[in-house]
């Protein structure tokens, strides 16, 4: 396999650029076709959701791999704490999509408008959601409390926390990296770390390329994957949860991502940069993937997704 | 027993209590900087609930708050008032918790923090922060005002009675030092938490004060040789306004005393909402008596309270204006 600036380097591969499986294993009793409808439908979402012109909105197509196997992996009593941009997950866990158009929009179910945190911002208590609070960072400590209750019960649960690698120069995470080993609290990190191909600036904060080793330093299990690759996703999110649900301690999984429509060089990003095209390669390869396999799961999602922002829509008018 | 070894029974009598309950803070596994879980650390019974957390100014508050949200009823016990400004992010969304959820969920979160001068500290740890604190929308700010009652408030406090509000109790260190004979302990509040109450009938004029000021505010009535009136406020937020409007216009000459700087300081919030519930009422300008402009050094650190002079001479100046 050649160079590419755009691939990560020191991860290990499990779903190759051309879709070939190479870690077998890895993707045992993973049902590939159900993930991929689900990636499917994360980057409907995302297209519909861009399309509301929300403030200080950006994509999230490139980084589904986090949302959609976070929800799908957490167990029915663990917490997770998205962050703004990870509303894919909601749906998965149960959300009916009426009340995610308007929590989206936020629009309360009785035409109001309260406070809703940042906008797009949702929460869904009793699936276990935490809404994602303005303070950058707040949420990972939130998070940790949340964990640390689940240690307390003996329950065997455990927290989840979602964010992007900016946020590594906070206080919140720093403390909460402390907070989490001191306390070895039940608590699973999810850092998503953009790729920087030409180098990341020294703002991005980054400070040595891998949030991954940083934290091993602070005595932190962690792991670093690639985002492109679904299959090393679920890998590292899976042994994550595990550890922490058997009271082995807390842990970080980094996913390398690749934002597929946020930056003006769109046109160079390489296909195999997305996870979705990725799993889609293998699929095909399997003989388990058509166009129209592909125009159902979109038309069926669109589909729901206009309903539920009519519905939405038409609260807001009604009020 | 002095305050601070009574306050430390009732902690450990609060654990027991409600098995939700948790005790967080940095060294509270060693007794903690006040000596607050002292005897809980002592029953083995409880210590598993008394949870030590690394140094994380910003994040502790956020981690309290996770702990509510789950279910717990966490104390937190904090160095100093100061240590919520460190904070402070944490602290707002502690208050908004409630409208993030349309009221769903709750997080009922007990700080307790010394403030004020007493401990020969000074700089922060004789810093008055509680006008910042009670600025944030959505706390529960209550005040110590007579040592007396220290244990009876952290009770109310923890018990939530008026609701679940995030509750904010701060004890003033020069109270907490004060030695209180057992037979003079108030071992019930008899109201509710920041209700305001008449700490000294008269007619002449009315002092309002909160926190270690109260005291000084009755030294001062007494030495002013007027008949006036001291009123202690409880707490910051929610403000008692009826019992503090009634009071106000009952002597028209109103004065309030505080510890901290004037500038923003909650006299000035105190003052408008007489201005503007009871300007019929008044017969002088409100006259406001604060504690020096910090940051105060260690030696000087008691003059971030109100003295006394100053005191009897705004009571003067308003019953003779």
Redesign the interface.
């Known amino acids: 396999m050649e160079d590419c600036p755009w691939d990560p380097e020191g991860v290990e591969v499990c779903l190759d650029p051309e879709g070939q499986l190479v870690d077998r294993r890895a993707a045992q009793g993973v049902d590939l076709r159900a993930l991929y409808k689900r990636l499917v439908a994360a980057r409907c979402l995302d297209l519909r959701v861009e399309r509301l012109g929300l403030p200080m909105w950006v994509s999230c197509a490139g980084e589904e791999a986090v949302s959609v196997l976070t929800a799908m992996l957490a167990g029915q009593e663990d ?1 997770i704490y998205p962050g703004v941009r990870d509303f894919a997950l909601a749906p998965i866990r149960g959300l009916d999509l009426d009340d995610f158009a308007r929590q989206i929009l936020g629009i ?1 179910a009785d035409g109001e408008r ?4 940042r906008p797009g911002a949702l ?1 869904a ?1 009793d699936l276990g959601i ?2 994602a ?3 950058l960072g ?1 949420h ?11 240690k ?1 019960a003996g329950n065997g649960r455990a927290t989840i926390a979602i964010f992007g690698e900016g946020l590594t120069t906070t ?2 995470f720093h ?2 990296v ?2 989490a080993s ?2 070895d609290l039940p608590l699973v990190l999810v850092c998503k770390s953009q790729l920087w191909p030409e180098g990341a600036p020294a703002e991005a904060g980054l400070l040595g390329d891998s949030v991954a080793e940083r934290v091993k330093a602070c005595g932190l299990w962690s792991r670093r994957v690639d985002g492109a690759d679904v299959v090393a996703v679920h890998a590292a999110l899976d042994q994550a949860l595990r550890r922490a649900r058997d009271a082995r301690g807390p842990g970080l999984v980094e996913v390398v991502v690749t934002q597929l429509h946020a930056g003006t060089t769109d046109a160079d990003i390489p296909a195999h940069r997305d996870p979705i095209e990725r799993l889609r390669r293998h699929l095909d390869r399997e003989g388990q993937w058509t166009p129209t396999f592909q125009d159902v799961i979109e038309a069926e999602v669109r589909g729901q997704l206009e309903r539920a922002f009519t519905h939405a829509h038409a609260k807001e008018m009604g009020r | 027993m002095s305050t601070l070894e009574r306050l430390s029974t009732i902690v450990a009598e609060l654990l027991r209590d409600d098995v939700r309950r948790v005790l967080v803070g940095e060294d509270v596994r060693q007794g903690g900087m006040l000596g607050l879980s002292r005897v809980a650390m002592r029953d083995p019974s409880l210590s598993s609930r008394v949870l030590a957390t690394p140094l994380t100014p910003a994040a502790s508050l956020a981690h309290a708050t996770g702990l509510a949200l789950a279910g717990r009823r966490p104390i937190v016990a904090l160095a100093s008032a100061t240590a919520l400004l460190e904070g402070y992010a944490a602290l707002r969304e502690l208050g908004r918790i409630s409208a993030t959820s349309a009221g769903e969920r709750s997080a009922p979160v007990l700080i307790v923090a010394p403030t004020g001068p007493g401990f020969g500290l000074g700089g922060d740890g004789a810093a008055s922060p509680d006008g910042v604190i009670a600025g944030v929308s959505g706390l529960r700010v209550a005040i110590l005002g007579d040592a007396r009652e220290a244990g009876a408030m952290l009770r109310a406090a923890a018990n939530f009675e008026a609701g679940e509000d995030p509750t904010v109790l701060l004890l003033p260190r020069a109270l907490l030092l004060r030695e209180v004979e057992d037979g003079e302990i108030v071992e019930t509040l008899g109201r509710p938490l920041c209700a305001a109450r008449c700490v000294r009938d008269g007619a002449a004029a009315t002092v309002f004060a909160w926190g270690a000021a109260v005291d000084v505010a009755c030294a001062a009535a007494e030495q002013s040789g007027h008949d006036a009136a001291v009123y202690e406020l409880g707490g910051l937020a929610p403000l008692d306004v009826e019992e503090l409007v009634a009071a106000a216009a009952k002597t028209g000459k109103l004065v309030i005393a505080h510890a901290g700087g004037l500038s923003f300081g909650p006299g000035a919030e105190l003052a408008a909402l007489f201005a503007d519930r009871a300007i019929l009422h008044l017969d002088a300008p409100i006259v406001r008596v604060a504690g020096r402009e910090g940051p105060l050094a260690r030696a000087d650190e008691m003059s971030g309270l109100p003295s006394v002079a100053a005191l009897v001479d705004a009571i003067h100046q308003v019953v003779t204006y």
Request: net charge negative; aromatic share 12%; charged share 5%.
């Open positions: 917490w309360a309260p406070y809703n945190g929460a208590a935490a809404y609070p303005e303070p707040l990972l400590p939130l998070a940790a409390g949340q964990a640390h209750a689940q307390l206080a919140f403390e909460t402390a907070l001191a306390c």
